[in-house]
């Protein structure tokens, strides 16, 4: 990220989110984004994986400059290059388990029920592949959302406080589960305000008013 | 697992336990599967969850279609009647007041015809202009994992698609049947109508019907879906705190 900030505009003011990023994370490396609320910390995870775009700067990620795609490209990318977790899991609410981690490809030529249902089994999740999110723990419903975000092998999984909804035995295998995706190869970056939950990270980036807290 | 699945990917019902065997056994699971099936496992699926709204525009479709059918098919049977009279009228005034009733039966059906259309329209216009303000977050979902717009408007159109197929099923079923019954009662003399022929409901009519319901119903909802797609990823959030 070079240079990104990014306003909203309120009405009669504006607020600044984010303000001159600066910021180079590494393939394959696990970040931990923290900060208070409002710091910024979802609006970078947004910019990052294509959710939304820097209103000065510019996002360079796997080689594509964000800013410069167009709204197709965007699209395409975030269906083949990233991963997302939510905070409030954000599953269709009348499709049930297996249904939503294929969701992605439901436009495709290709798609791999098996490797859903492998994802399943891999969360624990193969007795609840017929339930609908609304039948589901919390916990559950971060693992279909966390099977959702891995079931189009994406290169970069971006998770924002993934463990902010679920108790701490369930944030914990959460977060183990999110570090297991290491071995691919796979770069990392959780945002959370919980210290514990960034320390299993290799590097951990503050953010404060929307600028990077200098380490 | 007793409860059958039903993916976006296809619309057949299987159990997931099955499914499930054949995985762990090493098998086969599906094969690709072509693309409308896939979008219509999801607006099936769509539909069962909102089934209350769903049945509520499949009735008023259901009833505007009737009421198409009826008088498109009363009416050809009425100008094929009074054209009947008209030739073997000996008098030429009295043939020409046939057919000036004729056109006047006629431009009255059109007006009843387009309010029959117009019921269908807004029937299904409604229901999906209410079925979308309720689901932003939902499409705000299907763009954030990568549906593209493109795709959002194919989904909005197909389910108002669904929705008026359904309707005209109905309705042209119970349009047919209404048109066999007047044209029953006319044929016994029943009813008050002498200048009624036989109100035969022709492929015309079902393929006007289908139109009307089923085209009208997708093109109405053609440009709220447009505007619909244009929901941004980041509407996902709105509300949480």
């Not at chain 2, 539909?47 to 059918?69: K, Q």
Request: net charge neutral.
């Amino acid at each position: 990220m070079i240079d990104v900030s990014r306003t909203y505009d309120m009405g009669t003011s504006t607020v600044m989110a984010l303000d001159g990023i600066n910021l180079s994370v590494s393939r394959g490396e696990f970040l931990a984004v923290v900060g208070p609320s409002g710091s910024g910390k979802s609006t970078l995870l947004n910019l990052i994986g294509g959710l939304d775009r820097p209103s000065e700067g510019r996002v360079r990620v796997l080689g594509s400059d964000l800013s410069n795609l167009s709204e197709e490209e965007m699209t395409r990318f975030r269906r083949e290059n990233v991963g997302m977790v939510f905070q409030f899991f954000h599953l269709i609410p009348h499709l049930n388990a297996l249904d939503n981690i294929m969701i992605s490809r439901m436009f495709e030529a290709d798609c791999s029920v098996e490797r859903a249902l492998r994802l399943l089994d891999q969360l624990g999740l193969k007795d609840r592949m017929s339930h609908l999110p609304g039948e589901l723990s919390g916990g559950e419903q971060q693992r279909v959302s966390l099977a959702r975000a891995l079931f189009n092998e994406p290169d970069i999984l971006l998770a924002d406080e993934p463990t902010g909804n679920v108790d701490t035995k369930m944030g914990s295998s959460i977060v183990k589960l999110l570090k297991d995706q290491k071995k691919w190869g796979r770069t990392i970056i959780l945002v959370s305000h919980d210290m514990n939950v960034a320390r299993e990270a290799d590097r951990i980036v503050e953010l404060k008013d929307g600028r990077v807290v200098p380490g | 697992m007793s409860e059958p699945c039903v993916t976006p990917f296809r619309i057949k019902t299987y159990s997931c336990t099955d499914l499930y065997r054949q995985y762990n056994s090493g098998g086969q699971i599906l094969g690709t599967v072509k693309r409308p099936v896939r979008a219509g496992g999801y607006i099936l699926r769509l539909l069962e969850r909102n089934w209350g709204r769903g049945m509520l525009t499949i009735l008023a479709v259901t009833v505007g279609v009737a009421f198409l059918v009826v008088f498109a098919s009363l009416n050809s049977g009425i100008q094929d009647h009074l054209e009947n009279r008209a030739v073997a009228e000996n008098d030429p005034k009295v043939a020409q007041h046939y057919e000036d009733l004729g056109e006047i039966v006629s431009k009255w059906v059109m007006v009843l015809l387009a309010v029959a259309s117009l019921l269908v329209m807004l029937s299904v216009g409604n229901a999906i202009l209410i079925s979308l303000s309720q689901r932003k977050k939902e499409l705000a979902i299907l763009r954030a994992v990568g549906i593209s717009r493109g795709q959002i408007v194919q989904l909005v159109v197909a389910e108002a698609a669904v929705l008026s197929l359904y309707g005209f099923i109905l309705g042209a079923s119970l349009g047919a049947c209404l048109s066999v019954l007047f044209d029953w009662m006319f044929t016994n003399g029943i009813g008050t109508s002498a200048l009624v022929g036989p109100s035969l409901v022709t492929p015309g009519v079902v393929l006007m019907a289908a139109l009307v319901s089923v085209g009208m119903g997708s093109l109405v909802s053609l440009p709220l879906a447009v505007s619909a797609s244009r929901v941004e990823p980041v509407e996902i959030f709105r509300g949480e705190v």
